[in-house]
């Protein structure tokens, strides 16, 4: 009985630690996510398996396996319950944070299409898009960049969002355009969002990977990062690295490192595809669907300053091993499509990078 009660214990007392230090440092937030975080839905945490290759191409509904009252605890047993609860909590603190001083939407962007749907609030640190049954909207970057890391806060949209997708993306210009994307595909009311990924090169994607996340992404904001160096491009989470794309140029698979790119977001109907293929459609009677923005932060590589007022180095050539521990924990439990384990798709042998 101890030894089933211990770990909670240890939840509960992390839980108070991290309420003091939330109020320790909500004068001066610090400028990055920092390294652990447990939002609330934690306390019954959601847990999914990669889907097998017959399953992938489907998006998941309420029926599958995943649901957001799984817990680590119960998947993982006793012995588990420490490691998970360590990975948890190295997940979590990074709900807390927000930038010492970020970018200003009106300095740093345009409101590019929707007309009034997208707009700038608070002297240019919130904006939001809208959708209705007319339109969409979006926003770009004014600057183009080549190397660096982008940080933005999102708020998705709550409530029924099933076929609205909100993108936010890096890509440049032209059929041979470089491109890598987050796209959040929206769900009927209590089934999870489904965070899909691409990169594109020349103007070939196909490089698809898509997980759920270990919160509900419309009830707070949460941070979304893009790490693109030479070697290698970085997706994260509250600073919790998702997947990584390595440069395999070597193995003769190009890699976006010529294009300069710009920031782009929009939110749009895509109700043909985006839930369960297609086969849920947008609920008009709920619009408008609202998506939030803030705290956008670029560390340019030329010049490796940033909005923020101090920045820890995004230079380094790897993933330290917390952070591949959080990656690793991440694409096992909440990874539900990987093209590069698609047999289905690729019968006659995966994608070079796929070995890399």
Avoid at 220 to 247: A, C, E, G, M
Avoid at 288 to 304: E, G, H, M, Q, W
Wanted: positive net charge; hydrophobic residues 35%.
């Amino acid at each position: 009985m101890l030894k089933q009660k211990f770990p909670a214990c240890i939840f509960v007392l992390s839980w108070l630690l991290l309420w003091l230090l939330q109020l320790f440092i909500a004068h001066k937030p610090p400028p990055y996510p920092l390294l652990l975080s447990i939002p609330p839905s934690y306390i019954n945490p959601p847990l999914s398996k990669t889907l097998s290759p017959s399953q992938q191409s489907q998006t998941p509904s309420s029926s599958s396996s995943f649901s957001f009252s799984v817990s680590c605890f119960k998947k993982m047993g006793i012995s588990g319950n420490v490691s998970c609860l360590v990975l948890l909590v190295g997940l979590a603190l990074s709900s807390l944070i927000v930038g010492s001083y970020a970018g200003n939407f009106y300095q740093d962007f345009d409101l590019t299409w929707g007309g009034h749907r997208p707009k700038i609030f608070k002297g240019g640190q919130l904006l939001s898009l809208s959708l209705d049954k007319v339109s969409g909207s979006g926003f770009q970057s004014k600057k183009e960049y080549l190397f660096g890391r982008i940080d933005m806060q999102l708020k998705l949209v709550a409530g029924n969002s099933a076929g609205t997708v909100t993108a936010y993306y890096l890509s440049s210009q032209g059929p041979a355009h470089d491109e890598i994307d987050f796209e959040f595909l929206g769900n009927v009311s209590g089934d999870p969002y489904v965070l899909h990924t691409n990169i594109f090169t020349q103007g070939k994607g196909n490089r698809e990977q898509q997980f759920y996340l270990w919160f509900d992404p419309s009830k707070n904001f949460h941070t979304y990062s893009i790490i693109w160096k030479p070697q290698h491009i970085i997706f994260l989470v509250d600073n919790t690295p998702i997947r990584v794309f390595k440069n395999a140029e070597s193995l003769g698979v190009p890699f976006p490192k010529n294009q300069a790119m710009r920031i782009y977001s929009s939110l749009w109907n895509a109700d043909d595809w985006a839930t369960r293929g297609g086969l849920v459609k947008t609920d008009w009677s709920k619009a408008p669907f609202t998506a939030y923005y803030r705290n956008f932060n670029v560390i340019d590589a030329k010049s490796s300053k940033s909005f923020s007022d101090s920045q820890p180095s995004w230079q380094t050539n790897a993933l330290d091993a917390p952070s591949r521990r959080r990656l690793r924990w991440v694409q096992k439990y909440f990874m539900i499509y990987n093209y590069c384990t698609d047999l289905k798709r690729f019968p006659r042998g995966f994608p070079a990078e796929c070995r890399n």
